[in-house]
């Protein structure tokens, strides 16, 4: 009896926690999918978000990187909850082996064979304002050059220096 109440009670958490439905939109359209949330923190009133996500994980070859990904679900979580993306600044430093994440499709087809999925995304996240941006140290460690970057992204000196500079100017870093 015990066993058959645990089982039933687990079954109906995990039936609860799936039924939550996950789209993408409004901002990024086909990125970023985001659940409905009743919420009980108030973003009324605030005047910006300014947040750094850091990326140093390759993501695999055939879809976007998933931690590329969390600055559209970022924008597409706070479009729903009333913030207008115009008050949003996102920045991606990106370094270790995520730097062959941001390879323009030509070198990208040399060295792994396919067109780079990030491509579409990270355009699209430009469009709304993202700035990305690859530690110089990780992109010479890795033999990347300016050239071989898809358009847009910028070149640092250091992701330790691009996360200084930001926080100077009142960006924080998002943990996750």
Do not use: W
């Amino acid at each position: 009896m015990k066993i058959t109440l645990t089982l039933f009670v687990v079954s109906l958490f995990s039936s609860l926690a799936s039924a939550a439905e996950f789209s993408k939109g409004p901002v990024i359209k086909n990125y970023g999918a985001v659940a409905k949330v009743e919420q009980s923190l108030s973003l009324t009133g605030l005047e910006r978000f300014k947040i750094a996500f850091d990326v140093a994980e390759q993501g695999g070859e055939d879809k976007a990187n998933r931690r590329f990904e969390s600055l559209a679900r970022f924008l597409n979580m706070q479009a729903r909850a009333g913030v207008p993306p115009e008050q949003i600044e996102l920045a991606l430093v990106v370094h270790g082996k995520a730097g062959f994440d941001l390879l323009d499709n030509k070198v990208h087809r040399e060295k792994f064979g396919s067109d780079n999925a990030n491509a579409p995304l990270l355009a699209e996240l430009q469009k709304h304002g993202v700035r990305v941006i690859l530690c110089g140290q990780s992109a010479a460690y890795h033999g990347i050059e300016n050239t071989q970057l898809l358009p847009g992204v910028e070149m640092s000196i250091s992701a330790m220096t691009t996360h200084a500079l930001l926080q100077q100017q009142g960006y924080t870093l998002n943990p996750f």
